[in-house]
């Protein structure tokens, strides 16, 4: 049994209380791993003396942050990329310097399983350190039917042991470069359906997700591999309306997709079918900082209704960063969201994207995953920005991070 | 003495190499608190057996940063504010809801000696977290003339107890509140020349800045602080164009400034007089963040000849961040400076803005103030943004975080 106590607010995320459950001078007991109490401190159980205490000293009290949007595998830097697009370079300048995503499908073939293990084990280190207990996370750096299937075998492996809760998803990336006829990419795209696919949901991938855009998949071959994803059970995503409107959106809402990603371009009949087919929509600031792309109009989508949650997209071309607060920080300041709308974006809402009912919330009978954080209240999250903030993380009781 | 082997990357800033002085598979040997070799390791000094060693293990060297623009003093929260201006309230609402500046006057004025001295040594605390060893600090908090003195006897007394050198500055912030007629705004400005402004250089006041602004100072009433100022022999820094276009940078050229902040509204015949005197541009971008203002256009800036430092702006209402390295992340990604451009800012440009010589640079007789950082390059440091990858802080030859 663990009691956090002397908590100066605590947000349940409780559905029956206003919309972020706040309590103040409060308390939260955690047995076998499962939220016991999470409540005002005068309606709290009487606690066992055996029982481990933690003061919270005043401290802000949050469930852990659910991470809804990661490529944490992969292997190599672009941060030779990242300088020449500072200065200026244009997209095809950084190809033909060998940039793109073709360079961390080259590094990541390259690396051992070892190395890939522990390159990924040591970002979710640093996602927990930033208060993540559940993490999303996408293959996409081999392409090919193998090398995608391995990377799943990875993230298993990574999952086992690690105290962050992965949830894997297969993604089809961009089609391999050999795939220059277009009987060579419709080839691709029957292996990868027959294949990738079907292996996938027995490899342990929860689910799968598609990147439809110019340049990555098109529209009618989003529709055939959400098909074959949806025939496999697993949940669907679409990375939709990033860089072109595609029509993607409409088609994930359509096909009941769990969540749509990135979303910067997208038109307003596509946000109505969102919210009426109740599909997440994971909102990814950090690579539009990172590529100087609009902002994703977060205020346009909550008041339609829409859910709307927050991820790092931590990946090592489009937006390096393992920070989910840094992420409420950039919507509140840029996107229109209020504080409050910021945290349910980072747990409850995250954790319905990635399919964790009993995440993102402090009530009894839920995991027992908190943050403590250095604030007195939860605005100051959002508002002390780019740096960590999260003083104590408890994954499931034990904690893994402070004290 | 301390020596640091193993050295990846090596940044030593020196005037006679490339841009950044790199070297690669380097040492760096601090005796007596100054830089005695930084170097090629072939080249290194044979160390005497008693030396201490720290193995960089193939890590990036690079100078301690200098914060060249902070305001660490001051005492409550103006998180409701973040969260009203978040959900889209104006100015005017924001200000009916007792927020802005005079909130943080108020609760500065009632906070204790002690506590504003504990909270600004936390804020020095994340800032030395993240590779800061120099640091200028405002006072600006209380307005009125004892209020601004006490605020720099305290600044006095953190410097006193922390290793961060602080380099204080009397800023004149915006006039008190009790000045509405305009005979009592001449009676505030000749008695802050008067009295504050004699007072501040001997009570250890390297440097003194006012905010040229609408709302704030005129251009005649900052010309006349200027000019007191500098016959106390203060060095000069103006807060200028930030939300209206003033001519304060053309005067702070004119005055022989030694830096301008902010300059988002800046016109071009400004930048050239400030190419020509030599005044360091300290661009915010912390504050256009926050604020959603135009981003500082750095790349002009640099291209007209202008030295150009950053700084976080850490203050408690428009930027609330001890992160030095995120602004280098937003310089690139937002403001058209390179890798290089950005390492510059927040070293040798940065120290020229302080009026420190002996920093941000590794060189023979510099200060032993070091940062190694998780980071195979320089330039992974402004790419992996929000979150932390100073691994060891040295200050003098002495490690003061991590080891």
Redesign the interface.
Known sequence: MLAVTGIGELLTLAPDGDVLGVHHDATVVITDGKVAFAGPAREAPALPSDALRIDARGALCTPGLVEPHAHPIFAG????E??LR???ATYGEIQAAGGGILATVRATSAATDEELVASTLARLD?LL??GVTVCEAKTGYSLDVDGELRLLRLLGEVKRRHAIDLSPTLLAHVPPPDCSSGEERRGFVERFRAEAILAAARAGAEAFDVYCDAGAFTLDETRALLGAARASGLALRVHAEQFTNTGAADLAAAMGARSVEHLEQIAPPAIAALARAGTVCNLLP?AA??L?LPWPDA?RLVDAGCAVALGTDLNPGSS????LP?MMS?A???M?????E?WRAVTVQAARSVGRGDAGRLVAGARGDLVLWDA??H??V???????LARTVVVGGQVVRGG
């Open positions: 830097s672009r941060a030779g990242f300088d500072a200065r200026g640093r350190d930033h950090g900082l990172t100087r205020r390096l960063t393992e920070s840094l950039l509140c300041m840029q229109g969201l209020g504080c409050a910021a007195g209240d605005r100051e959002a508002q002390h920005f780019g740096v960590n």
